[in-house]
Each structure stands twice: as structure tokens, then as C-alpha cells.
Nanobody
Framework: QVHLVESGGGLVQVGGSLKLSCAAS????????MGWYRQAPGEQRELVAA???????NFAASVKGRFTISRDNAKNTVILQMSSLKSEDTGVYSC??????????????WGQGTQVTVSS
């Protein structure tokens, strides 16, 4: 059964930190590059961080140096640690495989996401 369950979002002040977690089913997670995506109000979903099955990471320029991503391959989980948060980090955060073919195999399934709101 396919699942993606994100958690850890909330309301935080500018400069604060949050840790997001994602539990994924094996069909999505195992041996695949996983990513955290952000969708701000009125905007398209964007990839902000990615991690390969071997642990290599990549970040969008807007979050580089402030966010870290990690994964636990034994538990099929992906973590996004966010610090020095800015108001523009506000949005719904979701995790998923980065490769489009992996997402297509699930019918482009997405979890419910977790809301992050950064207030000044």
C-alpha cells in the first residue's frame, strides 16, 4: 500500500527552527532519491531539498545553508531540519520521490503535507 505521511509542521517565528518527518512506503522510498517539496500560497510546488539513497544531498538556493535533509533507510523516513526560518519559507511541505517515473507508478500520489507558517 502506498503512503506518504508528513509531520512536524507548525507556527514558528522568523529565525526559528522546525524538524519535519516523512514516513514513506517502500515502493516510493527504497533505492530512490527522496525530496522535500514546498508549496507556498498561490504558487507551484517546488523542490527544496533532495537526498539520494546513498545520502548525497542537494538544496535549492533559497534554503542552502539553512536546511538539512537526512534519511533512515531502515525506517523508510526522511527528515528535513529547518533553521533560520524566513517568512518566505511559509507553505505546505510534502515529501515524495524526485524521479517522475517513480511518482507516475503511484498515480502521482501525494500525502497530505504539513503546514509551516513563519511569522514575523
Amino acid at each position: 500500500q502506498v503512503h506518504l505521511v508528513e509531520s512536524g509542521g507548525g507556527l514558528v517565528q522568523v529565525g526559528g527552527s522546525l524538524k519535519l518527518s516523512c514516513a514513506a512506503s517502500g515502493s516510493i522510498f527504497v533505492n530512490n532519491t527522496m525530496g522535500w517539496y514546498r508549496q507556498a500560497p498561490g504558487e507551484q510546488r517546488e523542490l527544496v531539498a533532495a537526498i539520494t539513497s546513498g545520502g548525497k544531498t542537494n538544496f535549492a538556493a533559497s534554503v542552502k545553508g539553512r536546511f538539512t535533509i537526512s534519511r533512515d533507510n531502515a525506517k523508510n523516513t526522511v527528515i528535513l531540519q529547518m533553521s533560520s526560518l524566513k517568512s518566505e519559507d511559509t507553505g505546505v511541505y510534502s515529501c515524495n520521490a524526485v524521479r517522475p517515473s517513480v511518482r507516475a507508478a503511484t498515480g502521482d500520489y501525494w500525502g497530505q503535507g504539513t503546514q509551516v507558517t513563519v511569522s514575523s
